[in-house]
């Protein structure tokens, strides 16, 4: 593994550089990349940021100052993507090709010629705000609107216990470049559309507790989702419900996607854990908060999870 | 007003002090108060906490290494404490005979020897964490895991407008002295007993919009309260609820305390006070959160605060 000064001298010396987000690309993700992007085009350079699926409405403004350039690509990037199928639709493009992985996730596959993991980061931006110290870039009001999104939104507000002292002394550093945190915090954590919160009325309803109350689900089906007429990408957040509840050490949360394909969280307290629960079905992610997908009817795939989930606890 | 060093001071030369809290005490008053109390023994004084009302269960942890200590009192400081109305059940006994007032509220109407009144800082834990520098007090862990309680919860864990970057380098220097930061962001802002979460469900049932939905207000009863069977402490963080819907400015959470009486928490975005609407029911509080109390049936008390609101609106 390459140190951050060894990746700001690569990075000095590339051009026609495309950065890649994962899939149902999140805050961390995205304010990463576009950080990054914004970054870069300072240096003189051509960039762009490539998304997997269209990022959530909140997140536009972490485009603020982006320019688009038309170039070919000449290095890829990827930040915040802990395998290669979390690329989703440009794994097949880009799967091989990538010239340098950025992340901070502790079990990363991607294959790439340099590689950067840090997993005492709490947050990818974290090491794209480091990243810029190492490169000598003063951060703008917009790359550091970027950076506090990812490095609030991973640490759920700092409230996580992947927050570190660092962590707040690089968001206080950016809370003095960007008047905006505040406005970042409100939309990341606060705002719920009506129609989010009807949704969240109709999934209460679903909550069924396990295992003596030691795991809780919940799921959202099409249907519901419909019905309440929340598109998808505002789904976030549901995945806290059940692991906030009292006693409860493992919480799942199932989203269907597709008829018959759920995408399920899984959100973890004291020993329990997540990634491992996860694998069980082909996913991963973090000790705490992990992720997988389950195929079935909503009865199946409940069944699948609870059978799986009762031999851990 | 007296400067911190002298607070400092005058700390220095008094004994037998008494640290009175606000009534339904949170997590600043009660981590300003018994953070203050620890420090006051470690300087080898007799000092203690009166609190108004019983604080909740969660809260007891902020006790840990305090002595309980015999003695007459000589001097009275209260932390946290806007009003002498606020003092509760104290208020007979105390209003008049205050030494010193430490608060961090805009509008501050306690008269006491000496005050000091912060308006610029988050919390008034904040207030002692820079009163023990001005002491020289090395903070031990049970001290600063109460003004790490203040600060976070006074913030909605660093999340409100009111946070500074200073507050989240203080949140540094105190997680690094207190394990247990994360421990008290859990239960501060995570853990619902399966009691919460069914009331939680019980009251976005009351949900009402107003003004074209620029105002919400929901509800709790003594009878939904019992049915639910959770205890009157346990009632925070419904405030927050209206509030958090898109497009609503003026957000409205009325609990029935007793029989036709309710409290209202007030909480509102952009430029609408709630303290303003608020002392339009003789309450205060911030521009952004604010209490009132207003009597009558459920329907005439909503009616007031709904009038009331369409008139700010």
Redesign the interface.
């Known amino acids: 593994m390459v140190n951050l000064l060894s990746v700001a001298q690569i990075l000095k010396e590339k051009d026609n550089i495309e950065i890649l987000t994962h899939h149902y690309p999140d805050g961390d993700t995205l304010g990463s990349a576009y950080a990054l992007c914004l970054m870069l085009q300072t240096m003189g350079k051509n960039a762009r940021v490539i998304t997997s699926g269209t990022p959530a409405q909140k997140y536009d403004f972490l485009k603020n100052g982006v320019i688009e350039q038309e170039f070919e690509r000449e290095f890829v990037v990827s930040v915040d993507v802990a395998a290669p199928s979390l690329l989703g639709e440009n794994q097949a493009e880009y799967e091989g090709i990538i010239d340098l992985c950025i992340d901070h996730h502790r079990i990363n596959s991607i294959v790439a010629k340099e590689k950067f993991v840090d997993a005492d980061s709490a947050s990818a931006s974290e090491i794209i705000f480091r990243l810029s110290k190492a490169m000598e870039i003063a951060l703008t009001a917009d790359m550091a609107a970027c950076i506090y999104t990812g490095v609030s939104t991973d640490t759920?507000?700092?409230?996580?216990?992947n927050?570190?002292?660092?962590t707040?002394?690089i968001?206080?550093?950016l809370?003095?470049i960007t008047p905006d945190w505040?406005r970042i915090?409100?939309v990341m954590?606060?705002?719920?559309?009506?129609e989010k919160?009807r949704l969240?009325?109709m999934v209460?309803?679903t909550?069924e507790?396990f295992c003596d109350?030691k795991g809780a689900l919940i799921y959202t089906t099409l249907e519901m989702q419909e019905e309440a007429g929340v598109p998808d990408g505002e789904l976030e957040g549901l995945a806290?419900i059940p692991?906030?509840?009292?006693?409860v050490l493992l919480g799942i949360t199932m989203k269907e996607k597709e008829k018959g394909i759920y995408k399920v969280s899984v959100r973890t307290?004291e020993n329990v854990n997540a990634a491992e629960f996860c694998a069980l079905f082909g996913g991963g992610g973090h000790n705490a908060a992990a992720g997988c997908t389950v195929e079935g009817t909503l009865e199946e795939a409940k069944e699948k999870l609870i059978k799986a989930a009762q031999e851990v606890l």
């Open positions: 759920g507000c700092f409230r996580y216990s927050t570190t002292p660092e707040l002394r968001a206080a550093e809370m003095e505040h915090n409100t954590f606060e705002m719920k559309s009506k919160l969240e009325r209460y309803r909550l507790y109350g806290s692991r906030q509840i009292e006693g307290n």
